[in-house]
């Protein structure tokens, strides 16, 4: 099995292991105990920290460890926001950051007051640093951006957009989860998260560094661990492999950049010459060196995904036929990207140029054979005319990437100038009909509910999406 | 070094270390990815669910995994709270609870409308069933309870208070953090929050049992991991290895109780015989198996500790002066007892014989090496006397156990019927000059404040204890 997936969750760094071993032997103890084996502890703690706090380029005692990334998160927001509750309780994060901050953010805005402010990003997923100029507010209490996006790969112009906030009295939360094992983060930033396991330490570690100066006041309830901002005993062997990981990554990570990038720009160059209809997103250059998404016009992503892992390869996805919500990815809906078959690959360190050339291999099979599967649906329905939204496909019922697909088939028997409606239920239909517009530069008129429509069924609850011919 | 201290961290269990590194190569990816690995891991984190709910007496599916017990505690108590808030907004618990219990319960009061009702103990540190049974009202949302007390050893009924609660509708969270590795908590209750380093797995694995049917809402944030109440990736090695040394302990657990249940009694009926002016506390019989702690008169606990740990032992404390806080143990103050000169004493699974004895042997000496050391404090004060007080002892800036040591000295020279009073700003003097009265058989008069006495310095803010000599 070939691993293509280290933005989910990177193998364990042989550092790692091998500290996390010696740790379990040496940190067990608690650390605040007084005798030997705590003072051991402690010593094996404070080393953690500093080590931590030197990759992140703090001061140790501005780092703490939590237990996840996705808990520094909720700790860093909640933390930062409690302690400038006077300034107020404006909260402003891009539309494209990770669950954990969209989750801070939305349990904030179900708080008492809580306001949020998602500044949208361009085509290529980035934001403007302009964007957050115009969003910070008198009473904005906390901005965050991630460092580089974790589905598309895109380097967000953190130096800058810190700069703004710094001029505007804002402190900004830098989640750096994706990134933080390559570089530390640029500018003049107040808060940082991240997450071990995504470099290649352990699970069950994450990091938050606070500034000092920046105003504080950790959720409640808290204890005594972790300079009081995470609670509970302290994961201490994790923490140990986590700190000396992140070290050896730093170590290996010029060399590997270089070598990973070139990875990444064969992908990037060879796919779309290999599989047709296919969009590569993201930003080609401003990226992360290990990361390229791109999404396959007519293909169901699960799909692509069991026949990929089949062939041997293990990548990720944000279409909506794969997530456990069935909704499809925020970020390819906030680029306007094409969610319906969509790819991710994250190389992780080590990974080969053999191990890429293969993946090039299979891909244009493995796409062609889904496509094959899903090109005849087994029962077309009937199309129908109107004379507000021309031809009328009903596609309800059936799930990305039927809608297109049918979409496609008929768009070469309508008129230039024509209209055609997909009458679809697909939440995916809102996002993918747009997107294979502008890819298939087609226009598209918008949509509208399709209820009452008296040549559908009563129980049709879907919405019309219409296109007009252009071409 | 011999370890006494399993109650603050057990050491890993053979078999939690085994798990731990087969599952860091057969369980390190993200166990919700569709790919062979992913699956995999998914397979890991049921079989792990299945054994910890065998283990806690539930079904897989009531049992989730958090990064701790302090977070397990954490969540149960607000997620709880939060699910019952039509109810009302009144929480019980007890006033020995854990820490995190404790501050949980204190986030609560702080928060709107937030009430919390904590139960007295008796001198052996239980609860009364009854007193739950008072407790409960209309608007109590929840009532807590640990199952053994992690300073003392007493076991409370918690099978009573759960039928308590349970007649009233209130659901019970019992804290089983010390008990767990030993059975499963019996009687009718709603959660259960334990912890895995305490039972000898590793760090950052806690367990949250929570029964159908009990109304609980997560705490926001949350995501999609563990049943939406422990968000952030899942730690899956330390988990797979709490649950393999959860059974692991279980299977020693009938052997390994007598054992140490008779290497305990062994260590309270010959303390007191070895050590003069000591104090066992906890129920003798209702004990958890491993633990065992006294109080030693006119000693300074973190002195005691230290030599201790010369002589190779490590053990813990409830005293003043060892906590980071500096407060005295509110479990001892709950019960009454003395804190100063305070040891605990918890075996580890596999804790010997030889080990105990030696300790037995140690102790006498360290005691009274100690006691010479603070027996004659540098530059003890004038006395001087006082209508309303009788004689006074001026202790001001000095620490624990020095205010009861001058008492003691003093004591001798009061004529039957009369009074001396303990002038002190050390907050250990309220609890430990009444429990001194006890264990000498003296009268505690009360205590007033101590700042406008004229014979004291203007700087003086102590408070005035005095004591009436019985005999």
């Not at 605040?32 to 703090?58: K, W």
């Not at 237990?67 to 302690?83: E, K, N, Y």
């Not at 970020?331 to 690959?345: C, D, I, Q």
Request: aromatic share 4%.
């Amino acid at each position: 099995m070939v691993y293509f997936d280290a933005a989910s969750t990177a193998p364990l760094h042989p550092v790692a292991r091998q500290a996390l071993l010696a740790a379990l032997d040496e940190g067990w103890a608690d650390p605040s105990r007084l005798y030997r084996e705590g003072r051991r502890a402690r010593m094996l703690l404070d080393a953690a920290r500093e080590t931590a706090a030197e990759a992140v380029g703090c001061r140790a005692d501005e780092v703490v460890f939590t237990s996840s990334g996705t808990r520094a998160v909720h700790t860093g927001i909640a933390g930062a926001l409690a302690g400038r509750r006077r300034a107020g309780r404006h909260l402003v994060v891009s539309a494209v950051e990770h669950s954990s901050v969209l989750h801070a953010a939305e349990a904030h805005e179900a708080a008492d007051g809580g306001d949020v402010t998602r500044i949208a990003v361009d085509r290529s997923g980035r934001v403007a640093a302009d964007d957050y100029r115009s969003a910070l507010r008198g009473d904005t209490a906390l901005a965050c951006l991630q460092s580089a996006n974790h589905e598309v790969g895109t380097v967000q112009p953190v130096a800058e957009v810190a700069e703004v906030c710094r001029a505007a009295g804002v402190p900004l939360l830098v989640d750096a989860a994706q990134s933080l094992g390559w570089e530390p983060v640029g500018g003049d930033w107040s808060l940082v998260a991240a997450s071990a396991h995504k470099w290649g330490g352990p699970a069950g570690v994450g990091l938050l560094a606070v500034r000092k100066g920046v105003r504080f006041a950790a959720p409640a309830p808290a204890d005594e661990r972790e300079h009081g901002r995470a609670p509970g005993f302290e994961n201490l062997p994790a923490i140990v492999a986590a700190a000396a990981s992140l070290r050896a990554v730093r170590e290996e990570a010029v060399a590997e950049r270089a070598r990973l990038t070139a990875l990444v720009d064969r992908i990037r160059a060879r796919v779309p010459e290999l599989v047709p209809d296919v969009e590569v997103v993201g930003d080609p250059v401003r990226r992360l060196p290990h990361l390229v998404t791109f999404s396959c016009l007519y293909v169901d992503g699960e799909a692509l995904l069991t026949e990929l892992d089949r062939a041997g390869f293990a990548v990720s996805s944000g279409s909506s036929c794969t997530s456990s919500t069935l909704t499809p990815s925020h970020v390819l809906r906030a680029m306007g990207a094409l969610s319906e078959g969509n790819v991710r690959v994250s190389l992780p360190r080590g990974a080969s140029e053999a191990d890429v050339d293969r993946f090039l291999d299979v891909l244009p099979g493995v796409v062609r054979r889904v496509r094959e599967q899903l090109g005849a649906p087994a029962a077309a329905e009937p199309e129908v005319t109107d004379e507000e939204s021309g031809l009328v496909i009903d596609t309800l019922g059936k799930r990305c990437p039927i809608p297109v697909i049918e979409l496609a088939k008929v768009i070469a028997d309508v008129p230039v100038g024509g209209l055609v409606t997909v009458v679809s239920d697909d939440e995916a239909a809102r996002l993918d009909i747009p997107a294979w517009c502008e890819m298939r530069d087609q226009e598209y008129v918008g949509e509208r509910d399709a209820v009452h429509w008296e040549h559908l069924p009563p129980e049709a609850a879907g919405v019309a999406y219409t296109v007009r011919r252009r071409t």
